[in-house]
């Protein structure tokens, strides 16, 4: 018998510790630790969207690749040192950024002033993703908590376990299924992509090399969406960034999926959640109605905070995120 490939290895161990510890959280958690934990990051998240959106997207991208490499464990927030490469230096991960590393530094600052050595990285993290989606206009939901930090961080452990903008939609599906999440909870959570920013390196392929020489440019974008994009992304130029919704880039809405319906998906992993007949009535579904994607979503995002939950000798409490006790 043929032996896996390490990519399918890695959605398999994925898979094995995808709920690892997710009985232990719950909504009350710290309620005689640290009963106004929620109401301190609430303070800096917002006035760190005061000062920049870039922290909604930033924030909440953060979250997701946290969670999706080794479990909401708070590794990624982890700086590397000259005996260990990290994380967040992972190819993959380069892109995060500045905003939301800062948010969940001056949130976890806060918290430590009034309840020192209680809260873990990992839960602020989670804490202030809902905060910055529901201040932005989407859903609000309560947080499951219980997470402790990670005692590990790795760039070697990230590879073929985030999705990828060329990726497929049965390559994304993979991915998903791994970490215990369904293609309707994959749909849903791609609304993450309503907010924030993405480099032209992302999404150039599409407005240049598609199919040369016949079709340089991918036929399902939009071509007004199209045109506009290359103003933003001359080919060879420099990897600027560009708006992932540029109807109502400071909210977290389902303008998304209307984007798709309208050709108008950034990344092509975002426009193939439309032209695949698989999860077309999905778009179609979430973009007709707030009430069923704000349900959608909170309910995948919830579901993606229980991934290798870390608890017991498995973890520890952080007093500083980026670094290990």
Request: hydrophobic share 40%; aromatic share 8%; with cysteine.
């Amino acid at each position: 018998m043929a032996r896996p490939s390490s990519w399918w290895m890695a959605l398999l161990v994925a898979a094995a510790v995808a709920q690892l510890g997710a009985s232990d959280l719950s909504k009350d958690y710290y309620n005689s630790t640290c009963p106004d934990v929620e109401s301190i990051v609430l303070g800096v998240v917002k006035d760190k969207m005061q000062a920049t959106i870039r922290t909604i997207g930033s924030t909440v991208r953060l979250f997701f690749h946290d969670c999706f490499v080794d479990g909401c464990d708070g590794s990624v927030l982890i700086q590397s040192t000259p005996g260990n490469t990290a994380e967040r230096d992972a190819p993959d991960n380069l892109s995060l950024a500045f905003e939301g590393f800062e948010t969940v530094r001056s949130a976890k600052a806060a918290v430590e002033a009034q309840c020192p050595g209680q809260v873990s990285c990992a839960d602020v993290l989670a804490i202030a993703a809902r905060d910055a989606i529901a201040l932005s206009g989407g859903p609000f939901f309560p947080v499951e908590l219980g997470r402790l930090d990670g005692m590990r961080s790795s760039a070697s452990n990230v590879a073929g376990k985030l999705p990828q903008p060329n990726h497929t939609l049965t390559q994304l599906v993979a991915i998903f299924k791994a970490n215990g999440l369904n293609m309707s909870d994959m749909v849903a959570l791609s609304a993450a992509h309503s907010v924030g920013l993405a480099h032209c390196s992302k999404f150039s392929d599409r407005l240049y090399r598609y199919d040369p020489p016949s079709q340089p440019t991918d036929p399902t974008l939009n071509p007004k969406y199209a045109a506009f994009l290359k103003g933003k992304c001359p080919d060879g130029g420099q990897d600027n960034l560009v708006l992932m919704d540029q109807a109502t880039p400071a909210l977290f809405d389902n303008q998304y999926y209307r984007n798709l319906q309208d050709g108008g998906g950034l990344l092509a992993s975002d426009e193939l959640l439309y032209t695949d007949n698989r999860t077309r009535p999905m778009v179609d579904s979430l973009a007709a109605s707030t009430p069923d994607f704000y349900k959608a979503f909170a309910d995948a995002i919830v579901k993606l905070g229980r991934l290798g939950v870390k608890s017991g000798g498995k973890g520890n409490i952080r007093k500083q995120c980026d670094v290990f006790n």
